[in-house]
């Protein structure tokens, strides 16, 4: 910043005094500015981990999981011809094969359990 002193010139005193001015509103707007900046940051931040949108996001995830879950079991059982009975058909055995093993452990373990109670 330059300084005046009592022998310079009135128009040079007021040229510095308008730039100097028009450095500070310059300043001041660019204060304005980041502040303005700053508090839609702020705001933003409070909105990303308020627990409502915490909430909402994790909800979101979980529905898109499921929907990409759905869809590919969808591309393994579906193709453009239809259903493929082949894949359907080795789903349904594996499901009746373990029923039928969780069964068959259940009564073993009856069986054993009552023979135990009695000896």
């Given at each position: 910043?330059?300084r005046?002193?009592?022998?310079?010139?009135?128009?040079q005193?007021?040229?510095?005094?308008?730039k100097?001015?028009?450095?500070?509103?310059?300043?001041?707007?660019?204060?304005?500015?980041?502040?303005?900046?700053?508090?839609?940051?702020?705001?933003?931040?409070?909105?990303?981990?308020?627990?409502?949108?915490?909430?909402?996001?994790?909800?979101?995830?979980?529905?898109?999981?499921?929907?990409?879950?759905?869809?590919?079991?969808?591309?393994?059982?579906?193709?453009?011809?239809?259903?493929?009975?082949?894949?359907?058909?080795?789903?349904v055995?594996?499901?009746?094969?373990?029923?039928?093993?969780?069964?068959?452990?259940?009564?073993?373990?009856?069986?054993?359990?009552?023979?135990?109670?009695?000896?």
């Open positions: 910043m330059t005046l002193s009592a022998g310079d010139d009135p128009q005193r007021e040229d510095l005094v308008a100097n001015d028009s450095d500070i509103d310059r300043l001041r707007a660019r204060i304005a500015s980041n502040r303005d900046k700053l508090s839609a940051n702020v705001e933003g931040l409070v909105s990303e981990v308020h627990p409502t949108a915490l909430k909402r996001h994790a909800v979101a995830a979980v529905k898109q999981r499921i929907e990409d879950g759905k869809e590919k079991v969808k591309a393994t059982v579906v193709d453009e011809g239809g259903p493929r009975w082949d894949r359907i058909g080795t789903g055995l594996a499901a009746v094969g373990v029923v039928l093993v969780v069964v068959s452990i259940r009564g073993i373990g009856r069986a054993v359990g009552s023979r135990v109670a009695r000896g």
